[in-house]
């Protein structure tokens, strides 16, 4: 028995005014999604707890079975995992973007106009070598990695959590380094020459190190895979002992593949126990208050679990459909209402749920759980738990 | 205000393809279930939490008020209570096997042919006052119970969990002082010349010391008694101060006598506040592959359940009906999927339930609760709560 979990990213809304108070999952076509519903079990889940506003990295450490108020140590060392960029117990990362300051080195371009790849790349080996010094001793490791973001590493003698973005004293004396560094530099004359932002200066933040958790194969004794295009959840899977499987085409937005998203699932279902799939646009478009971008992404990921449904043994593998949080495409935000969660596979038992949303599956027999009690769930229907007690 | 607790062990089930995707409880007669349902309360219930299989004995620690994740200490030293072996704080008990093995000391029986009490008890007795020796220091007491099954309490400075189970190294010793003495026992001998394999080693297995928990008496001021057939819930019952009461023809297994158990949990009743009533062969069908056996296990239930129900006064006392586990007749194992609960009694907020079964029962105004709620929950229905705060 396999067991296939699909992350709809933000996908959970609020009632929106635009549609008459539905929310985008109550209006979407997704005939698919309500499938898994009619086939299995539905409930609501609070990814943390109720009314707390997850992130990505800690509602997907909770869907992985991890209690991540407890794990959770920031959002950097995630993100520079899922970067590729080296990360081990001890060190400290920072997400970071080239920024634009004036004389002043008041921010006026939290991200230096976009600036593109090539130009941050050759801009980031300027900043190699440099030392913190005063009494600071820490190797430093600065990747640029798309566009205006970058990943700061620093690794010494009981760094820890000293070095952090909530104290941002102790980051001045770097960000006074880089800042003299990138002012003078040939790309950022050719930029000004062009009339574009300089990007002079480096903005440090999201400080974290590596959570301590068991790696799922571990605990578990499985084999796992995520397919996901964002740096930041590839971290968690990485940190959670998961393979990283790169798909051609999953890009993150709009325009993602999500039949090649498809076909890498069902792929890596034939040697994994496990498979994450995680579709990041839905999140994206409620970021950018687009209702109806937000509606096309749910029908986007509905094909792709109608593609999957279509192509693998249903008797031999468990679907479970949710998603990492819910984001209102009203507010922007992230907010702390909980998603809607479907599991179908043989074994489990039914409820008369019909439709994958947040009101109806609110009435589903799994109830109300929370997201670390999910993984446990999906990890007793295929037959990977171990019985606590005689 | 009284409180009965029904436990069918292992009652509530998953989908089974024999009964075209329904489970026991949803197929069997059990009408008298079905009333409790109907004229009170119901939910579905994780003994443990949500994914995790419990067994038991964690379960009904968890039923009983405890949380097991912390004060569980292994099967042991519980069973051994359970069998009337006296077990203090800092004791280390096993259960045991009488088993047979061969020349090179593996196992080729691990019951030694289920061998007779008597038999075993002679060949117990030879195995008193051995000791451990290589500086390990310990009080030995070894007591068979039943057929093959025996207890081993080891008593001395700092044992605690030293020796386990899980750490074969430490008990080899003492197997190979057991191996000696039993395998040229007279007793032994006759069995060769019968052609019955020789009890001729001790397997040890569920090390366990006992767990630190607050009597209910001392924490509701009630008494409380259990009755039940089986070593290992005696011995959760005893530690957390109920009194276990003797039932003739209460076997444990499907020939146990439902009526003589519905009266002696009527008389209990008359002098207690708390009255547990355990049945153990609904999981014993299960763990034999037995859907007939397990649905008629359910119809004796039922009858017993409905034998109490006409003969106690209903205005004075809530009776709560659950399961301590699923247990899957399809995998043969214990899961850790919910299991239904039903609680009726004169002030309870009744739901629109109807039925007592896995399903319908997760519609129900309990909503889902943990095992550990359910104590409290009773003792508030029948006045024995203390407000926490002003």
Same mark, same amino acid.
């Given at each position: 028995m396999k067991a296939l979990l699909v992350i709809g990213d933000g996908m959970a809304d609020r009632p929106l005014k635009e549609l008459s108070g539905k929310t985008p999952l109550e209006v979407a076509e997704k005939s698919s999604l309500d499938r898994i519903a009619k086939d299995g079990i539905c409930g609501i889940l609070d990814p943390i707890s109720p009314g707390v506003p997850p992130g990505s990295d800690t509602a997907t450490l909770a869907l992985l079975g991890y209690d991540a108020l407890k794990s959770y140590r920031g959002r950097g060392a995630l993100e520079a995992l899922g970067s590729s960029v080296e990360i081990l117990q001890g060190d400290v990362a920072f997400r970071c973007n080239f920024a634009t300051v004036d004389e002043n080195l008041t921010v006026i371009d939290r991200r230096a106009g976009r600036i593109e790849t090539d130009e941050a790349s050759k801009l980031a080996e300027a900043l190699q070598n440099v030392r913190l010094g005063s009494g600071l001793t820490a190797e430093i490791l600065f990747k640029n990695t798309v566009q205006h973001r970058a990943i700061l590493r620093l690794r010494g003698q009981a760094l820890s959590r000293m070095?952090?973005?909530? #104290?941002?004293g102790k980051t001045r004396a770097l960000t006074t380094r880089f800042h003299k560094i990138l002012k003078d530099h040939p790309v950022n004359r050719k930029r000004a020459e062009k009339g574009l932002p300089p990007a002079n200066i480096i903005l440090f933040r999201g400080a974290g190190t590596l959570p301590e958790v068991e790696p799922l194969p571990d605990r578990y004794g499985i084999k796992a895979t995520a397919i996901t295009a964002m740096p930041l959840i590839k971290g968690v899977c990485k940190i959670t002992g998961m393979k990283l499987m790169y798909v051609k085409g999953?890009?993150?937005?709009? #325009?993602?593949?999500v039949i090649a998203k498809a076909k890498a699932a069902i792929e890596a279902l034939k040697s994994n126990d496990l498979v994450l799939l995680h579709v990041k646009a839905t999140d994206v478009a409620s970021h950018d208050n687009n209702i109806q971008q937000k509606i096309e992404m749910i029908t986007k990921i509905n094909r792709m679990v109608n593609h999957i449904i279509k192509n693998v043994d249903l008797d031999e593998t468990i679907i479970a459909i949710t998603a990492d949080h819910t984001t209102s495409t009203a507010t922007k935000e992230h907010e702390g209402d909980p998603v809607p969660i479907a599991i179908q596979g043989p074994n489990i038992r039914t409820d008369d749920i019909e439709e994958f949303n947040e009101r109806v599956c609110?009435?589903?027999?799994?109830c109300r759980i929370k997201g670390k009690d999910l993984m446990p769930t999906i990890m007793n229907f295929i037959g990977k738990t171990e019985k606590f007690g005689a």
């Open positions: 070095i952090s973005d909530s #104290d941002p999953a890009t993150g937005t709009y #325009d993602t593949d609110a009435k589903g027999g799994l």
